[in-house]
């Protein structure tokens, strides 16, 4: 099977989630699954979930669990580098089938890493290896060099209305 590079962008909800389902896939049939979280730490029920399935499922965090606006903190930016690494082992080791950089688009956006940095994972990516990169603002460039994009936008969502994220639903 040739894997794919998949983006998941644009200012829409659902772009974590539309990853987490092609793990899902992928665990049911028999595949495993490296998920690094970017600029996220914290309780989600769907990563609760997830670690159920230690055996295939291997999620790891490289945010502090603050929301990043704008300028990253230092501390962020070495949990980024962290994350960037272990990625580029994961993808060099070629043991999962499906490797997931949630909000990889954002730490692009944001300095963390460079665009020129997620290229090489392209570039590096074992021929199996299905890669999702999730996150708002894509770049051209990153979008041009996938094969598969997603661009997710709001048309209405109840948040407007002053509903808050609730377990098992959205968090």
């Known amino acids: 099977m040739q894997g794919q590079i998949r983006i998941y962008t644009g200012k829409g909800k659902g772009k974590t989630t539309s990853a987490l389902g092609y793990t899902v896939r992928a665990v049911g049939s028999g595949k495993t699954v490296f998920i690094g979280q970017f600029l996220k730490s914290g309780k989600y029920s769907e990563i609760a979930a997830l670690k159920q399935f230690p055996d295939q499922i291997t999620v790891e965090h490289y945010g502090l669990g603050k929301f990043v606006k704008n300028r990253p903190s230092p501390e962020d930016v070495q ?93």
Do not use: C
């Open 79 to 171: 949990a980024g580098i962290s994350g960037y690494k272990k990625i580029k082992a994961v993808l060099e080791n070629g043991r999962h089938d499906l490797v997931v950089m949630d909000e990889g688009n954002i730490a692009v956006k944001y300095g963390i890493i460079s665009e020129q940095d997620l290229l090489t994972l392209f570039d590096m990516k074992p021929d199996h290896v299905e890669l999702v990169v999730t996150g708002r603002g894509a770049s051209q460039t990153v979008i041009d060099r996938a094969d598969h994009v997603v661009e997710l936008n709001e048309i209405k969502h109840y948040f407007k209305q002053g509903v808050k994220a609730r377990v098992g639903i959205e968090k």
